[in-house]
């Protein structure tokens, strides 16, 4: 079955301490995206990935890092996690930038609350 | 700015009847638009996308119409369902980026029995 997996599901942290949410998609994709979404303000674009070794910013990449080591994994990482990083994280992929064509496939989601 | 909005938070619809979500956007580049489903407790899913060369793209019960002189995009559903419910976002990019998806803040859409 095609998907984007996500772990956690659910994350309950102190501030400071250092995690990795893990991304994988099993669809041969070269694009992946990490968004976080936020009441009212909809999904915000972190971090991309047009390939292998190839990364760039999104909106508000702030306090979050990310490796595109192996073309099916893109884990995001926060070193020093903050009260502000308390939202609900989505990873997804396509086969072809986000642009027709170019369907964004999401995972489930990661709920992440940053004591 | 460039923004992409929707025009009201909440929709209530009853079971049976036509839904129509509305989005504006405010970026003239934007090329590309593409309505997404998000059901309690998953990831957003695909709908049904359209480009800026188009008015108007028909799916399986869902229409997305485009206007570009009031740049207006709207979602329509037809004969709503009880599996229709969900928050209901737009998305676009521009001509320039094709790695940058904007999203609204989404519509949250309740179908009554």
């Known amino acids: 079955e095609a998907q984007v997996t996500q772990n956690p599901r659910y994350l309950i942290t102190v501030t400071g301490k250092k995690l990795t949410v893990t991304c994988s998609q099993n669809m041969n994709h070269e694009y992946m995206s990490w968004y976080r979404q936020d009441p009212g303000l909809g999904l915000r674009q972190i971090y991309y990935s047009m390939n292998v070794e190839v990364t760039d910013k999104g909106d508000v990449p702030e306090g979050y890092k990310v490796s595109r080591k192996e073309k099916r994994n893109f884990p995001l990482i926060l070193e020093s996690p903050s009260p502000n990083q308390t939202s609900l994280y989505f990873c997804?992929?396509?086969?072809?930038?986000?642009?027709?064509?170019?369907?964004?496939?999401f995972g489930e989601g990661s709920r992440l609350t940053v004591l | 700015g460039e923004s992409v909005g929707l025009h009201l938070p909440t929709l209530s619809v009853q079971e049976g009847d036509n839904s129509i979500i509305n989005c504006a956007y405010s970026?003239?580049?934007?090329?590309?638009f593409i309505w997404y489903k998000q059901e309690s407790g998953k990831g957003p899913q695909f709908i049904i996308d359209i480009r800026s060369n188009m008015d108007k793209r028909q799916g399986q019960r869902v229409t997305v119409l485009l206007n570009k002189t009031v740049k207006h995009l709207s979602l329509q559903i037809a004969a709503t369902q009880p599996g229709d419910s969900a928050v209901y976002f737009c998305a676009e990019k521009t001509r320039y980026d094709d790695y940058k998806l904007s999203f609204g803040a989404g519509t949250t859409v309740t179908v009554r029995a």
């Open positions: 970026n003239s580049a934007s090329d590309y």
């Open positions: 997804a992929s396509s086969l072809k930038g986000q642009g027709a064509p170019g369907e964004l496939f």
